[in-house]
């Protein structure tokens, strides 16, 4: 088994080529280009008001792309402030799907499988686990330059059923490399 | 996301009542938090590995870094420099961790700690390879030689074949 991990590599290269001259980020991630840089947000939903920030940033020698968020709920009626924190890694598939995995500071663990729907958009839908909810993330690029989030929760059992969670509109600090 | 989605998902793990008290799920890796340096021999030839380990996402999580860098030599011409990342979980469902690992050659490896460790070592079974031909199977062992040393031996097998040692590290913490 001769440098079997280098021919695994190369089996992997073959079909990540393609990609133009001078890109970050491997052919199934370049749809999400849109997303690289740095975002300020402010929205809201079931857990309240918040505002936050998040990066998307190519990682792993361009071979992912790293979402870093946070969000800070202010104190409301008896609830104290709080803060939630994520960290998401985008990756291909060698046939270019995306898929993505999500880790949050309340200690969830979200496996996405991700689509384009059109230029500057995203869709990120959880795999179908019995009797757990089924959640849904999107993302749109607007003509102002203005990006639109929303988190959707379907309930156990109903996995098509999804219903608003969270929704948001970030705009950009910072372009992404 | 807070309280009531926390509250559907810690509904799919277990409760443990007063009579049985938790326990740390992190004790097992605990000695991992640090930086550490390596010396890797293995099908890749020698280098030399960086690696972190540290808590993120308010510890609910234990992150590694990993840089290695393997100069040009007979075993490999080129040299290269391999990174990847890995988050570890604690899995309530299951009460195990599970590695899942992120390799810059475009691999995502999905590991679970089996109950059989050896006395002294910890291993981790792959459970999925993604973007790996279908029928490879891998195995990340760490044998623990004191707090601040530690050896990891990655194996692969394909066809249902034997494990084959790809390559053993053997790190020295640096700092804690």
């Given at each position: 088994m001769q440098n079997i991990w280098i021919f695994l590599a190369v089996c992997a290269a073959a079909v990540s080529?393609?990609?133009?001259?001078?890109?970050?980020?491997?052919?199934?991630?370049?749809?999400?280009?849109?997303?690289l840089g740095d975002w300020q947000a402010d929205g809201g939903g079931k857990p309240g008001e918040a505002s936050g920030g998040f990066?998307?940033?190519?990682?792993?020698?361009?071979?992912?792309?790293?979402?870093?968020?946070?969000?800070?709920?202010?104190?409301?009626?008896?609830?104290?402030?709080?803060?939630?924190?994520?960290?998401?890694?985008?990756?291909a598939t060698e046939s270019g799907e995306v898929r993505a995995d999500y880790y949050d500071s309340e200690g969830h663990v979200i496996h996405y499988a991700g689509s384009t729907p059109?230029?500057?958009?995203?869709?990120?839908?959880?795999?179908?686990?019995?009797?757990?909810?089924?959640?849904?993330?999107?993302?749109?690029?607007?003509?102002?330059?203005?990006?639109?989030?929303?988190?959707?929760?379907?309930?156990?059992?109903?996995?098509?059923?999804?219903a608003p969670y969270l929704a948001w509109t970030a705009r950009r600090q910072n372009p992404g490399t | 996301m807070s309280l009531a989605l926390s509250v559907c998902l810690l509904l799919q793990g277990?409760?443990?009542?007063?009579?049985?008290?938790?326990?740390?799920?992190?004790?097992?890796?605990?000695?991992?938090?640090?930086?550490?340096?390596?010396?890797?021999?293995g099908q890749p030839g020698k280098g030399t590995v960086k690696r972190t380990y540290r808590f993120v996402l308010g510890g609910k999580f234990l992150h590694e870094q990993n840089v290695s860098t393997y100069p040009p030599q007979p075993k490999n011409e080129k040299g290269e420099v391999h990174e990847h990342w890995s988050l570890l979980?604690?899995?309530?469902?299951?009460?195990?961790?599970?590695l899942r690992q992120f390799h810059q050659e475009g691999f995502v490896n999905q590991y679970a700690m089996t109950a059989e460790s050896p006395a002294g070592a910890l291993v981790f079974e792959s459970e999925a390879l993604e973007n790996v031909h279908p029928g490879w199977k891998a195995r990340?062992?760490?044998?623990?030689?004191?707090?601040?040393?530690?050896?990891?031996?990655f194996e692969l097998a394909s066809g249902g074949g034997a494990y084959e040692v790809y390559s053993k590290t053997r790190f020295k913490r640096l700092r804690p």
């Open positions: 080529t393609g990609s133009p001259a001078g890109a970050a980020v491997p052919k199934g991630l370049e749809p999400l280009r849109f997303l990066t998307f940033a190519p990682s792993l020698q361009d071979r992912v792309i790293v979402r870093t968020n946070y969000a800070e709920y202010p104190a409301a009626g008896d609830k104290p402030s709080s803060r939630h924190d994520d960290l998401m890694v985008l990756y059109s230029v500057g958009e995203l869709t990120l839908v959880s795999e179908v686990v019995r009797g757990a909810p089924r959640f849904r993330l999107s993302y749109k690029l607007g003509a102002d330059g203005k990006l639109d989030g929303r988190f959707e929760v379907a309930p156990p059992g109903q996995p098509d059923s999804f | 277990s409760v443990p009542g007063p009579s049985n008290p938790p326990e740390n799920p992190w004790s097992a890796v605990q000695f991992m938090v640090g930086e550490w340096t390596g010396e890797s021999d979980s604690h899995d309530r469902a299951r009460h195990t961790l599970v990340e062992t760490y044998e623990v030689v004191s707090p601040d040393e530690f050896v990891e031996t």
